[in-house]
């Protein structure tokens, strides 16, 4: 799975950005792909930061960014949305998107490790100034 995001930029603390990943692929249809966001910020490791499920029904979030960030979905357009909100300079990172394509079992769907899914898109750059 081919993965392209943008929508990073500057922003300052309170403010909102919109980051979408389009997604393709010659072997497996949108929506059998959970998507996920991950960053990382200077120094530090890359964290999970929120997830959908192949057919958006289920999302899951980082702690910290519950209430402020969406995961939402098109699969009619191939893309994964991360609508962030109320941003805080503690969200300045490089953010990527994940794709892993659904397991056989739903019990083997881990959306949260960087180690479950499959491809990765290039970063975009998020900075929120104070």
């Known amino acids: 799975v081919q993965l392209q995001a943008f929508g990073g930029g500057l922003v300052q603390a309170g403010g909102s950005l919109r980051l979408s990943c389009a997604a393709s692929?010659?072997?497996?249809?949108?929506?059998?792909?959970?998507m996920g966001w991950f960053r990382q910020a200077p120094g530090k490791e890359r964290e999970f930061v929120a997830a959908i499920n192949w057919s958006g029904g289920s999302t899951y979030y980082l702690d910290s960014v519950k209430g402020r960030f969406t995961i939402s979905r098109d699969n009619s357009k191939n893309t994964v949305y991360l609508q962030m909100n109320s941003l805080k300079p503690e969200d300045t990172a490089v953010y990527y998107c994940?794709?892993?394509?659904?397991?056989?079992?739903?019990?083997?769907?881990?959306?949260?490790?960087?180690?479950?899914?499959?491809?990765w898109g290039q970063g975009t750059q998020v900075t929120v100034s104070s």
């Open positions: 692929s010659q072997t497996f249809s949108f929506d059998s792909i959970a």
């Open positions: 994940a794709a892993q394509v659904r397991p056989a079992f739903y019990s083997d769907y881990d959306p949260y490790s960087p180690r479950g899914y499959d491809d």
